[in-house]
């Protein structure tokens, strides 16, 4: 398992997409977007209204694109994008809704166009140790979205790549994140309390001062290539 800087890093090792057509599923705050846009693609981000509207509101928001919608029924043309991500996103389809995802990945990539899914991988001390005090349990979530992905080949998505990386996280990190995604102000310092705790037992195991520790943030990355016909 490699370390990386960014998720945008492990990503760029299977494509590029300066000058392409791109769709980030399941945008959040737009960090991915803004970066393909800086870059020279012509990046779309798709999420629910309300996340749509705080990646708007971002201080590093530019001119990049949002647009609501879901995964399950992309509001995009047939045949319309050279690369769809999907970062930590899959596994907030609903089952059964899991491949009317693949199928509209399929129906929206051009041949040969790519698909990269990015999901986060639970483990003893990992950041997941924190990451889950956000909200329900996910593991079974993430297990049914990785066996669907198993099936993409019967939608014309062959897999050539799957690889394991991690990014460091620090608790400065992780309390951006329950801002970004908490609203309740109880609600987070409860979160945030209990997280404090945990990170100072981790440190503590580890030797470490508590504001050096750093979090491994695990992932999966699967590329698909649309199939020419």
């Not at 960014?6 to 590029?16: K, L, M, N, V, Y």
């Not at 400065?172 to 037992?201: G, K, Q």
Request: negative net charge; hydrophobic residues 40%; charged residues 30%.
């Amino acid at each position: 398992m490699k370390k990386v800087l960014s998720t945008a890093e492990a990503i760029s090792a299977f494509c590029d997409w300066p000058g392409k057509t791109v769709y980030d599923i399941g945008c959040g705050t737009g960090e991915l977007v803004r970066l393909m846009t800086e870059q020279g693609a012509s990046a779309t981000g798709l999420d629910s209204a309300e996340m749509l509207d705080k990646a708007m509101k971002t201080p590093e928001a530019g001119d990049e694109r949002y647009v609501a919608g879901g995964a399950e029924r992309l509001p995009f043309e047939d045949g319309s994008a050279d690369l769809l991500t999907y970062i930590a996103s899959l596994h907030h389809v609903a089952g059964d809704k899991l491949e009317d995802a693949l199928r509209e990945c399929a129906r929206v990539l051009k041949p040969g166009g790519r698909a990269v899914f990015v999901e986060p991988v639970a483990a003893k001390g990992a950041y997941s140790e924190i990451t889950r005090l956000t909200g329900d349990d996910e593991t079974l979530a993430r297990a049914k979205a990785y066996e669907t992905l198993k099936t993409a080949f019967r939608y014309g998505l062959d897999m050539t790549a799957e690889e394991m990386f991690y990014v460091e996280r620090s608790f400065d990190d992780y309390i951006h994140l329950v801002e970004t995604f908490v609203d309740e102000a109880p609600r987070r310092e409860e979160i945030l309390a209990e997280a404090r705790r945990t990170t100072e037992r981790l440190a503590g195991e580890a030797g470490l001062p508590f504001e050096e520790f750093r979090y491994k943030s695990i992932c999966r990355l699967n590329v698909f290539i649309r199939r020419r016909r």
